[in-house]
């Protein structure tokens, strides 16, 4: 049983490109979602989805765009990237219904020159 | 819009001390989540707390929730130094449908021998 599989682990972007976090999950659950966590600032909601086909903002999302077309993948697509971008990404992941534990993957380091 | 406190954000504790991590948060919620963090690691979920009154230990940690107070506490008892990491809450608005989790900055615990 694999959890959350973010890939990659480490990135070192120029300013401009664009690139995808990819997240894939195992469990079948419904809910999935991107973080960032910032030095100071704990994790901060980027987007979410509650199934395929859904997806909607968190605090975030400028700068990022997501999509879910099916119910194990939820790859998020920094657009231009820009040195605020500079993050710690998690992603995660939980079935339906109250209370369910959450499970985050192990996290990708984006460093943007 | 949901804030969420901790406090302190760093504690240094000797080996054998008993202390007390704080989670405020400011609107209606009555589920409650706490993570762990070790330096460069994902997050690992230590309780979920789903009503007013409730009560989790697990091993030298114990988590409460007061939904009318708005508060949560993360008590530690008989600190060991395997317990250095951050230690985060997070809450979950309210709603129909609602997924957001907001997270506190976290609290970065030492236990000095």
Same mark, same amino acid.
């Given at each position: ?5 973010? +890939?990659? $682990?480490?990135?070192?972007? $120029? +300013? ?5 976090? #990819? ?6 659950? @419904? ?8 030095? &100071?600032? &704990? ?7 509650? &199934? =395929? %086909?859904?997806?909607? #903002?968190? @605090? ?11 119910? @194990? ?7 231009? =990237? ?9 992603? =995660? ?11 985050? %993957?192990? %996290? ?6 | ?19 007390? !991590? ?18 460069? *690691? ?13 009560? *989790? ?10 939904? *009318? ?6 008590? !530690?008892? /008989? /600190? ?31 236990? !000095?021998?």
């Amino acid at each position: 049983n694999a959890g959350v599989t973010q +890939t990659p $682990k480490f990135q070192v972007l $120029k +300013t401009g490109q664009s690139m995808t976090l #990819q997240c894939a999950q195992d469990m079948n659950h @419904e809910y999935m979602s991107w973080y960032r966590q910032d030095p &100071g600032m &704990g994790l901060r909601l980027i987007h979410y989805s509650v &199934g =395929a %086909g859904i997806t909607d #903002q968190g @605090e975030v999302p400028n700068g990022y765009n997501v999509s879910r077309s099916t119910t @194990e993948d939820f790859p998020l697509r920094l657009l231009s =990237a820009a040195p605020s971008q500079t993050s710690v990404y998690f992603c =995660a992941s939980r079935p339906q219904g109250a209370g369910n534990t959450i499970y985050f %993957g192990e %996290g990708s380091w984006l460093t943007v020159v | 819009e949901l804030k969420v406190e901790q406090n302190p954000l760093f504690l240094s504790m000797q080996e054998g001390k008993n202390y007390t !991590i704080y989670c405020n948060y400011s609107t209606t919620s009555d589920r409650l989540y706490w993570y762990r963090q070790d330096p460069g *690691k994902s997050l690992e979920s230590l309780f979920v707390l789903l009503s007013n009154g409730a009560v *989790k230990q697990e091993g030298r940690l114990m988590a409460s929730l007061d939904t *009318k107070a708005r508060l949560s506490t993360l008590h !530690i008892t /008989a /600190a060991v130094h395997d317990l250095s990491a951050t230690y985060f809450c997070a809450v979950d608005e309210s709603g129909a449908g609602s997924y957001q989790l907001t997270f506190g900055k976290g609290t970065k615990l030492s236990v !000095i021998p």
